[in-house]
């Protein structure tokens, strides 16, 4: 078979069109991304309160730039073979599995070794001794990732996210208890500002891992993988891998650029102030990501060769984006005083902080949602473009922002290029015959007035009560929850039904 026509097969689908199966399974798995995402990110946020007492800022700042390296290793070296894998026409055949099983192995032994080789020079360029100690040992989760049957991607292509949200759930909750536990025993035994206490985070993100891998081999229903190289599936794979690492690539710098540069310009404390906020803006983002990587993209994957994709992607994205467009609005609204309700002094920051990176996780998500159409059918150049233009408005607006405006002046910077990014993105569907930017731009207006509204009935209120943060966040927060449940409710009833996942039903069905 010539790489031409292996290249073709990738992007074959392997189901029938959309239909009462299709819609069956999708909306199974979406309960299961919701209800698992949900769960994991309770955890985390629950966590991350007990955490912030427990340790000190400069801590999650360190943690932030260890992982950040850890991320960037992983993707610098993706050659997608998961993508490949819930695309391609041989994603059920076992010796294609053991191949991409094999390179995926090879990947996280490599990724070890060259966190290994940079751990010093970073560590140096940084100013962090500890780094030299930290990479080698935070590389293991990559490593044993690499491990990872491939029984789990063989579920996302069927839309089976039970056992995946399982394996995420087990993996999450015991690395989050051994976190806390650790940093228990760490408070005990060393100051409370010493850096080593990033040992615990560490070591719970290890202890997960290993958890994840045992998972994936035992309770995921699927081809027990070995060691196996056949060289047709080997071109296939890295065939359609080379715009995926092109494109991870970027999306790595483009995602994860602010915190290295912010973490050689400000202090370690403020990157851990940065991060807490950027931890929360990130959630309606995250949920989105996570649907679009298990629900909308093998679905895409499915009716994209039946000429169906533009009848589907409108209704499968304006739910998720009414979601999205709710909580940003929330956190513009109500970030200054939820942070100080939930955080010490420490972190007062965040407050403002999160109001920004509400409005460039937003413009994320509008730009997650598109992905997920343009990956269905293989334009990931268009993916990979966003992420270029992204990282070179980065490369000139967070310097112009520090200069301008300081520390504030950069985040808006990054906000900016996010919203660049989302503009390639919405050129590259439109190219698709898909229509989506009129319903974004309304969106994104009712998220800013939205916001508006909150913001000056939480002012309102701490003008009342004299600045107190309490009443200062119900107000906020009962004005926006008021206006987007109105929406929701509308949303819902022209659907017909009330069901809150019927949407999915509805899209696949028809």
């Known amino acids: 078979m010539s790489e031409k026509n292996e290249s073709a097969s990738a992007g074959t689908s392997r189901e029938p069109g959309p239909g009462r199966g299709l819609s069956k399974h999708a909306v199974k798995a979406s309960v299961w991304v919701i209800g698992g995402f949900a769960a994991g990110q309770l955890l985390r946020f629950l966590a991350n309160l007990v955490l912030a007492r427990?340790?000190?800022?400069?801590?999650?700042?360190?943690?932030?730039?260890?992982?950040?390296?850890?991320?960037?290793?992983?993707?610098?070296?993706?050659?997608?073979?998961?993508?490949?894998?819930?695309?391609?026409?041989?994603?059920?055949?076992?010796?294609?599995?053991?191949?991409?099983?094999?390179?995926?192995?090879?990947?996280?032994?490599?990724?070890?070794?060259?966190?290994?080789?940079?751990?010093?020079?970073?560590?140096?360029?940084?100013?962090q001794p500890l780094i030299t100690q930290l990479l080698p040992v935070a590389a293991l989760t990559a490593a044993l990732g690499g491990f990872e049957a491939t029984a789990l991607h063989t579920a996302q292509r069927h839309l089976r996210?039970?056992?995946?949200?399982?394996?995420?759930?087990?993996?999450?909750?015991?690395?989050?208890?051994?976190?806390?536990?650790?940093?228990?025993?760490?408070?005990?035994?060393?100051?409370?500002?010493?850096p080593r206490a990033i040992w615990a985070i560490i070591a719970g993100s290890l202890l997960g891992s290993v958890v994840r891998l045992v998972l994936s081999f035992t309770i995921v229903p699927g081809a027990r993988n070995r060691l196996r190289m056949e060289p047709v599936a080997r071109r296939l794979l890295f065939g359609f891998g080379r715009w995926v690492f092109i494109s991870t690539l970027l999306t790595f710098l483009s995602g994860q650029a602010d915190r290295l540069i912010f973490g050689k310009l400000v202090p370690l404390e403020v990157l851990g102030v940065y991060g807490i906020a950027w931890n929360l803006a990130q959630l309606p983002t995250a949920v989105t990501y996570r649907l679009g990587s298990l629900v909308l993209f093998p679905s895409y994957s499915r009716v994209a060769a039946t000429g169906e994709l533009s009848n589907v992607y409108g209704r499968a994205r304006l739910p998720l984006l009414i979601g999205a467009a709710a909580v940003a609005s929330a956190f513009v609204a109500c970030g200054p005083p939820m942070i100080s309700i939930l955080y010490d002094r420490r972190y007062v920051e965040a407050g403002w902080i999160l109001q920004l990176l509400a409005l460039s996780g937003w413009f994320q998500t509008l730009e997650a949602t598109n992905s997920a159409a343009l990956l269905s059918n293989a334009r990931l150049s268009w993916m990979a473009s966003g992420s270029a233009v992204k990282l070179a408005g980065m490369a000139v607006l967070l310097p112009l922002g520090m200069y301008l405006g300081?520390?504030?002046?950069?985040?808006?910077?990054?906000?900016?290029?996010?919203?660049?990014?989302?503009?390639?993105?919405?050129?590259?569907?439109?190219?698709?015959?898909?229509?989506?930017?009129?319903?974004?731009?309304?969106?994104?207006?009712?998220?800013?007035?939205?916001?508006?509204?909150?913001?000056?009935?939480?002012?309102a209120a701490a003008a009342v009560v004299h600045g107190a943060h309490l009443p200062a966040f119900a107000a906020a927060a009962v004005a926006t929850c008021a206006i987007w449940s109105g929406v929701g409710i509308w949303y819902l009833r022209k659907l017909g039904g009330g069901n809150s996942l019927g949407w999915i039903t509805s899209v696949f069905s028809r």
Do not use: E, H
Request: hydrophobic share 55%; charged share 10%; aromatic share 8%.
């Open 161 to 194: 996210a039970d056992r995946i949200t399982m394996v995420d759930l087990a993996g999450q909750s015991v690395g989050i208890v051994a976190n806390v536990v650790l940093a228990l025993v760490y408070r005990s035994l060393v100051a409370g500002d010493d």
């Open 54 to 127: 427990l340790l000190f800022p400069g801590v999650f700042g360190l943690a932030a730039l260890t992982f950040i390296f850890i991320q960037g290793l992983q993707m610098f070296t993706d050659v997608g073979t998961g993508p490949a894998i819930v695309q391609s026409a041989r994603g059920d055949d076992p010796v294609f599995l053991d191949t991409a099983w094999t390179i995926s192995c090879g990947r996280g032994v490599l990724i070890w070794l060259v966190a290994c080789i940079i751990a010093k020079p970073m560590a140096t360029f940084y100013g």
């Open 406 to 459: 300081g520390f504030p002046g950069a985040v808006v910077g990054l906000v900016a290029s996010d919203l660049l990014k989302y503009l390639v993105s919405a050129l590259g569907v439109a190219g698709m015959g898909l229509r989506g930017f009129g319903v974004d731009l309304a969106l994104t207006g009712a998220l800013a007035a939205v916001g508006g509204i909150g913001l000056a009935a939480g002012g």
